[in-house]
C-alpha cells in the first residue's frame, strides 16, 4: 500500500528552502565510511559492524528527514545566528526565523532537562499532509546520536493538521559544540502511521510453531538470512 505524503511551503520560498528528502537520501557520511567488518578482540576474530544490519540501516534509511532552513552559527553558550535574506511571505504568522526557544518552565517536571534548562525549537516551513485516518510521527533523526542536539518526539494528526506548521523542540545536549549547523541538516525524522490498530495475542504453536523454526533456519544457516528472506523489496 502506498502512501502519499504532501509537503507545502509559501511560494515565494519554493525555490529557496532546503525540501524534506527520504531517509536513505540523507545516510550520513560516517556510515557510508565505516567498515563492513571490524576486529573483536573479546571474542579473537572479525565480526559485522551495524553496517551489515537491515534494522538499523532501514531506520536510518526510513521516513523523511526535515531539514535545517539555513545554516546556523553556534557559538559558547550555545548562541544561536544567522544571516539568512529570505523575503517575506503573504502568511501573515510564519517567521524567517529558523530557530526559536521554548523557556525552561515549559520543561519543569521532566526528568531528562536539568533545572533551567531551556530548549530550542527548530522551525518548519513546510506543512505535512497525509490521508484520512494517518497521523504522522516525528523525531529526533534515527542514531544520529552524533548531532549536538536531541528532538523530542511527537504524534501529530496530520490528516486534520494539514495546514499548520509542525516545528520540533530540541535539547541543545553537546555544551561544548561550536562550529555551522548548514541547512539541510536533518533536525526531524518523520513516518506516517495508520491509526486505530488493534492487537492480537495468541500462542505460537502448531503451524506458528513451525513458521518461527524455519525463520530461525532461514536466518541461521547463512549470511544475510534476514536480508535475503525476509527484508521488504527496496529495503
Known amino acids: 500500500m502506498t502512501v502519499q505524503i504532501t509537503f507545502r511551503c509559501p511560494p515565494e520560498w519554493r525555490d529557496l528552502l532546503p525540501r524534506p528528502v527520504p531517509g536513505r537520501q540523507g545516510l550520513p557520511d560516517w556510515l557510508k565510511a565505516m567498515p563492513q567488518e571490524a576486529h573483536s578482540a573479546l571474542i579473537g576474530q572479525d565480526v559485522r559492524t551495524v553496517k551489515h544490519c537491515p534494522p538499523f540501516l532501514d531506520a536510518m534509511g526510513g521516513g523523511w528527514l526535515m531539514p ?3 545554516d546556523v552559527a553556534v557559538t559558547g553558550g550555545p548562541d544561536f545566528a544567522w544571516d539568512w535574506d529570505l523575503p517575506p511571505a503573504a502568511l501573515n504568522r510564519l517567521t524567517r526565523s529558523p530557530i526559536s526557544l521554548h523557556v525552561s ?12 534548562m531551556a530548549a530550542i525549537k527548530f522551525n518548519s516551513a513546510w506543512t ?7 497521523s504522522v510521527l516525528f523525531t529526533h533523526p534515527v542514531n544520529r546520536f552524533d548531532l549536538p542536539f536531541r528532538t523530542l518526539t511527537g504524534l501529530v494528526d496530520c490528516d486534520a493538521f494539514s495546514h499548520g506548521f509542525v516545528h520540533f523542540p530540541a535539547l541543545w545536549t553537546d555544551r561544548d559544540w561550536t562550529g ?3 541547512a ?3 533536525v526531524a525524522q518523520l513516518w506516517p502511521v495508520p491509526r486505530g490498530v488493534e492487537a492480537v495475542f ?3 504453536d502448531g503451524e506458528d510453531a513451525e513458521k518461527v523454526e524455519e525463520t530461525l533456519d532461514r536466518i541461521g544457516d547463512a549470511r544475510g538470512g534476514y536480508r535475503k ?6 529495503g
Do not use: I, Y
Open 68 to 70: 535545517l532552513l539555513c
Open 105 to 116: 518552565a515549559q520543561l519543569d517536571g521532566v526528568p531528562f532537562a536539568e533545572p533551567g
Open 128 to 134: 505535512v499532509e497525509v490521508p484520512d485516518g494517518w
Open 180 to 182: 555551522t549547523l548548514p
Open 184 to 186: 539541510g541538516t536533518p
Open 202 to 204: 495468541g500462542t505460537l
Open 229 to 234: 528472506n525476509f527484508r521488504a523489496a527496496g
